[in-house]
């Protein structure tokens, strides 16, 4: 007789780009998947512009990397100045892989493209539905919903994912532990329109003796603009701005990382696991590559080991993203002038790029 094939039920709290993942993935590999978010709709604004090659190889498979490939602008190189003061280029475009190039695309623009395909196979997000409770057993979880047009109700599913952010309701109901702090400076970011020497196929990053400042193409000659002290309208060093911006904001930086990610039924993905500085654009890209990994253990099997596995990789991401701010933050002039010797000298070489260029392609953790 024929093994029987049992379908998984998933419950996905959250609807950002890493349950939007989830959902897609699992729903294609055939569980049956719910998701639900507490907002009434998915973001607007631009948020996580990065989209990075791990991510690409993931979203493939489910047929989604070429949708987010047209609708983003490519990013070949990343120049490094010490001021005004030209000091290296990375080729990023020289990487030996198909996808030889980042992605920027609003995060907005990403969601919009996940909840479209997640639409396309019958599946729609249950928008202002948060989760208020859920208990779970060796079979089953029970999760409580609130719904704002209607009665509480509990529904139950094999596996409840929580890719609910960094104030996740399922990492406290679970109780595990979110150990690290707060970076020592808030980061303020603008998205604008400049007239200057940025190209749009390249991010650039001013190093100062009081700050770093990166700007990142956003296609159509709009940049955005971030910095590690506040008001980086007035701090952009070449060219000028045109206009006023699209999006600004001020935001504080955590590096954190939970005791673990889950456990028996109920499991957690990106922001909800992990938190570090936006320093390599990981965020929310760890968090897709948590969610597709996750949806395939669900379906496959290998779920007791996905926590210490994803556990090793986002410890190794936030300890990266951590140095990576270090180094564009450093105070001391001394060391400011070996960094600075560092990225004339030896950044250019190209036995050097060939390191550099998986990571900060997110290829290696």
């Known amino acids: ?116 395909d997640l639409a396309s196979l019958g599946i729609s997000v249950e928008r202002e539905t948060p989760l208020t409770a859920f208990e779970a057993d060796g079979e089953t979880v029970r999760a409580t919903l609130a719904p704002a047009a209607g009665e509480p109700t509990t529904v139950a599913a094999d596996y409840l994912i929580g890719a609910d952010g960094a104030h996740s309701t399922v990492r406290k109901a679970l109780g595990v532990g979110f150990p ?4 020592e400076f808030k980061w303020n970011l603008a998205d604008v329109e400049i007239d200057g020497p940025y190209g749009d196929d390249e991010v650039t990053m001013h190093l100062h003796p009081a700050h770093a400042m ?33 999006w600004q904001t001020d935001f504080a930086s955590s590096h954190r990382i939970v005791d673990s990610y889950g456990a028996g039924r109920v499991f957690l993905a990106g922001d909800a696991a992990h938190l570090h500085s936006p320093a390599g654009g990981r965020g929310m890209n760890l968090g897709i590559e948590d969610a597709t990994v996750l949806a395939d253990r669900i379906v496959d099997g290998g779920l007791e080991t ?26 001391h002039p001394l060391g400011r002038a070996v960094r600075d010797l560092v990225l004339r000298h030896l950044i250019p070489t190209e036995a050097v790029q060939r390191r550099l260029r998986p990571r900060l392609m997110g290829i290696a953790d």
Not at 59 to 67: A, D, F, I
Not at 180 to 183: A, D, E, L, Q, S
Not at 307 to 328: E, P
Request: proline residues 4%; hydrophobic residues 40%.
């Open 214 to 246: 990166l700007v990142i193409p956003m296609g159509r000659r709009r940049f955005r603009i971030v910095t590690t002290v506040p008001d980086a309208l007035s701090r952009l060093p070449m060219g000028r701005i045109v206009g006023a911006p699209g």
């Open 180 to 183: 690290g702090g707060r970076h």
């Open 1 to 116: 007789m024929a093994a029987t094939t049992v379908t998984p039920s998933v419950l996905v709290v959250g609807a950002g780009p890493v349950g939007l993942a989830a959902a897609n993935r699992l729903a294609r590999r055939g569980a049956s998947v719910r998701i639900i978010d507490r907002n009434a709709a998915r973001t607007e604004l631009s948020k996580a512009l990065a989209v990075n090659v791990r991510t690409l190889e993931h979203l493939e498979r489910c047929g989604l990397s070429e949708r987010l490939i047209a609708a983003g602008q490519r990013i070949n190189r990343m120049r490094l100045f010490r001021g005004t003061e030209h000091l290296a280029s990375i080729h990023l475009d020289r990487l030996p892989h198909r996808h030889n190039y980042l992605i920027s695309l609003p995060q907005s623009e990403t969601e919009r493209i996940l909840e479209e």
């Open 306 to 331: 996905y926590s210490d596995d994803r556990r090793r990789v986002g410890q190794s991401i936030v300890a990266q993203t951590d140095r990576m701010l270090a180094m564009a933050t450093l105070r």
